[in-house]
C-alpha cells in the first residue's frame, strides 16, 4: 500500500517507522526539516502530568507506554532518560491536591521530603518543603529521535526525501497524492503529519482544522558534565539536561507572546537555572553559559486535544497534529499505522477525530 507522509517531525518520523516496519511502502515528504520544525524546539518532557481531564490522561499514559514498547523493539538506538520528574510550585496545597487526584487514576506520583528530593537531585542549591515526584516520565532528544526513527523507517524500505508538499490533491472526491515542486506524487493515502502547517495544507482540500498555535521560548546552555538527573520543574524554571549535556530550560508551558529580547530573555532563563543549581565542587551552577535560543511554535489544535485519524470529507487522508506531541509520538504512530493498514478504527482515538470541528465556533 503505497503511503505518503508530509512531515519529518517526531510524529511524521513515528508514523513512517510504524507504517514501514509493517509493510507499507512509505515515502516521507520533509520540507528539508528531517527532524522537524516544532519538535526541534520542544521542550521534550514525556509526561502525563496534572491538567488534562482524566480521558486524555489515559492517553498519556498509554503514550508514556509506548515510548517503552518502541524502546524494546528498536534497542540502543532509542535514548531515552527515565529518571522522573520532581516538580514544586509556588502554590503548594493547588499543587498537593493536583498531584492526590492524579495518585488516585493510578499515577505513579508521591509527595517527597527535601531529603529525598535531594536523594533524586543531589545538585540543586536548596529544596522545598514539598516535592512531587513521578517517576514514570522522562524526556529524550527530539530532533535527533525524529531522525533516528527516519532512520529506521528509511531501513525498511521508507524513502526520505527534502521535497516540500505545494499541495494535497483530491481527485473524484478522494485524495490521490500530493503536488511537489518536482511534480505529482501519488498513493492511496496521505498522512498529514506537518505540525503546524497542517491547518493550511488540509484547507486546500477542505478539511478544516482549527489551531491556536501558541509560541514557546527555550534555552540551551553549553555541554556540562553530568548535573542533573532528570527533570527539575521549579516555579522560577523548568530544566532537564540533554544526553549531549546541555541544559534545556524554558519558564512557561503555556505559551505567550514571544521575548522582545530574546538574548535578554535566555539569559534570564540561564540565571535562573544558575540559581536553581548549587555552587560547590564540580558541579558548579556558575558553570552554566548560553549556547543557543529557539522560538518554538506549538502545533495546538482549537480545543487543546490531538486530531487523529482519517477525514471523512477527503478520503485517502489521515490527519496527525497535536501538542504533546513527544509524549504521544510512539502511541500515535503505531495506532495511525494501525488504523490506515487495517481501516479498523481504534476505540481510544474516537475523542480525536478531524470531525469533532465540523459545524462547531472553533
Ligand atoms: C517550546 C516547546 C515546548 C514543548 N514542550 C513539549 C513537551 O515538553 N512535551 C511534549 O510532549 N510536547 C512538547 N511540545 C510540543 C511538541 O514539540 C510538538 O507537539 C511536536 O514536536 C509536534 O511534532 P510534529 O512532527 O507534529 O511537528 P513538527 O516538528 O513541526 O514537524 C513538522 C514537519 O512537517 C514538515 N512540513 C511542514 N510543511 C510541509 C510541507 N508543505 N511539505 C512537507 N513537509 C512539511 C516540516 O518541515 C517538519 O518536518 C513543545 C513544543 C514547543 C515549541
Given at each position: 500500500?503505497?503511503?505518503?507522509?508530509?512531515?519529518?517531525?517526531?510524529?511524521?518520523?513515528s508514523?513512517?517507522?510504524?507504517?514501514?516496519?509493517?509493510?507499507?511502502?512509505?515515502?516521507?515528504?520533509?520540507?528539508?526539516?528531517?527532524?522537524?520544525?516544532?519538535?526541534?524546539?520542544?521542550?521534550?518532557?514525556?509526561?502525563?502530568?496534572?491538567?488534562?481531564?482524566?480521558?486524555?490522561?489515559?492517553?498519556?499514559?498509554?503514550?508514556?507506554?509506548?515510548?517503552?514498547?518502541?524502546?524494546?523493539e528498536?534497542?540502543?538506538?532509542?535514548?531515552?532518560?527515565?529518571?522522573?520528574s520532581?516538580?514544586?510550585?509556588?502554590?503548594?496545597?493547588?499543587?498537593?491536591?493536583?498531584?492526590?487526584?492524579?495518585?488516585?487514576?493510578?499515577?505513579?506520583?508521591?509527595?517527597i521530603?527535601?531529603?529525598?528530593?535531594?536523594?533524586?537531585?543531589?545538585?540543586?542549591?536548596?529544596?522545598?518543603?514539598?516535592?512531587?515526584?513521578?517517576?514514570?516520565?522522562?524526556?529524550?532528544?527530539?530532533?535527533?529521535?525524529?531522525?533516528?526513527?527516519?532512520?529506521a523507517?528509511?531501513?525498511?524500505?521508507?524513502?526520505?526525501?527534502?521535497?516540500g508538499?505545494?499541495?494535497?490533491?483530491?481527485?473524484?472526491?478522494?485524495?490521490?497524492?500530493?503536488?511537489?515542486?518536482?511534480?505529482?506524487?501519488s498513493?492511496?493515502?496521505?498522512?498529514?503529519?506537518?505540525?503546524?502547517?497542517?491547518?493550511?495544507?488540509a484547507?486546500?482540500?477542505?478539511?478544516t482544522?482549527?489551531?491556536?498555535?501558541?509560541?514557546?521560548?527555550?534555552?540551551?546552555?553549553?555541554?556540562?558534565?553530568?548535573?542533573?538527573?532528570?527533570?527539575?520543574?521549579?516555579?522560577?524554571?523548568?530544566?532537564?539536561?540533554?544526553?549531549?549535556?546541555?541544559?534545556?530550560?524554558?519558564?512557561?508551558?503555556?505559551?505567550?507572546?514571544?521575548?522582545?529580547?530574546?538574548?535578554?530573555?535566555?539569559?534570564a532563563?540561564?540565571?535562573?537555572?544558575?540559581?536553581?543549581l548549587?555552587?560547590?565542587?564540580?558541579?558548579?551552577?556558575?558553570?552554566?553559559?548560553?549556547?543557543?535560543?529557539?522560538?518554538?511554535?506549538?502545533?495546538?489544535?482549537a480545543?487543546?486535544?490531538?486530531?487523529i485519524?482519517?477525514?471523512?470529507?477527503?478520503?485517502g487522508?489521515?490527519?496527525?497534529?497535536?501538542?504533546?506531541?513527544?509524549?504521544?509520538?510512539?502511541?500515535?504512530?503505531?495506532?495511525?499505522?494501525?488504523?490506515?493498514?487495517?481501516?479498523?478504527?481504534?476505540?481510544?482515538?474516537?475523542?480525536?477525530?478531524?470531525?469533532?470541528?465540523?459545524?462547531?465556533?472553533?
Amino acid at each position: 500500500m503505497k503511503t505518503i507522509v508530509i512531515g519529518g517531525g517526531i510524529i511524521g518520523a513515528s508514523v513512517a517507522y510504524h507504517l514501514a516496519v509493517r509493510g507499507a511502502a512509505v515515502t516521507v515528504l520533509t520540507d528539508g526539516r528531517p527532524g522537524g520544525v516544532a519538535t526541534a524546539a520542544s521542550f521534550a518532557w514525556i509526561n502525563a502530568a496534572p491538567g488534562n481531564a482524566r480521558p486524555y490522561f489515559e492517553l498519556r499514559v498509554k503514550g508514556i507506554l509506548d515510548w517503552h514498547r518502541l524502546q524494546h523493539e528498536l534497542g540502543e538506538r532509542l535514548t531515552i532518560n527515565w529518571n522522573g520528574s520532581l516538580t514544586w510550585s509556588d502554590e503548594p496545597a493547588a499543587m498537593r491536591t493536583a498531584y492526590a487526584e492524579h495518585a488516585s487514576w493510578g499515577y505513579p506520583t508521591s509527595m517527597i521530603s527535601p531529603a529525598e528530593a535531594a536523594k533524586r537531585e543531589p545538585s540543586l542549591a536548596s529544596y522545598p518543603d514539598q516535592a512531587a515526584y513521578s517517576p514514570l516520565e522522562g524526556s529524550l532528544s527530539p530532533s535527533e529521535t525524529a531522525r533516528d526513527l527516519l532512520a529506521a523507517a528509511a531501513e525498511q524500505g521508507a524513502q526520505i526525501s527534502p521535497d516540500g508538499v505545494r499541495a494535497i490533491i483530491a481527485r473524484n472526491g478522494r485524495i490521490t497524492g500530493v503536488q511537489t515542486a518536482a511534480g505529482e506524487i501519488s498513493a492511496e493515502h496521505v498522512v498529514l503529519a506537518a505540525g503546524a502547517a497542517c491547518e493550511a495544507l488540509a484547507a486546500g482540500v477542505g478539511v478544516t482544522l482549527p489551531m491556536a498555535n501558541r509560541t514557546g521560548f527555550l534555552a540551551q546552555s553549553a555541554p556540562l558534565p553530568p548535573i542533573l538527573n532528570g527533570l527539575v520543574l521549579a516555579p522560577q524554571a523548568h530544566m532537564r539536561q540533554n544526553a549531549d549535556g546541555r541544559i534545556i530550560v524554558g519558564a512557561d508551558f503555556a505559551g505567550g507572546a514571544a521575548p522582545d529580547d530574546e538574548d535578554a530573555a535566555a539569559e534570564a532563563l540561564l540565571a535562573s537555572v544558575r540559581g536553581l543549581l548549587a555552587h560547590n565542587g564540580d558541579r558548579r551552577g556558575d558553570d552554566v553559559r548560553m549556547e543557543r535560543h529557539t522560538l518554538g511554535l506549538r502545533p495546538v489544535p482549537a480545543d487543546g486535544l490531538p486530531i487523529i485519524g482519517a477525514a471523512a470529507g477527503a478520503p485517502g487522508l489521515y490527519v496527525t497534529v497535536m501538542h504533546s506531541g513527544i509524549t504521544l509520538a510512539a502511541l500515535v504512530g503505531r495506532l495511525a499505522a494501525e488504523e490506515i493498514l487495517s481501516a479498523q478504527p481504534v476505540d481510544i482515538l474516537a475523542p480525536y477525530r478531524p470531525e469533532r470541528f465540523e459545524g462547531s465556533n472553533f
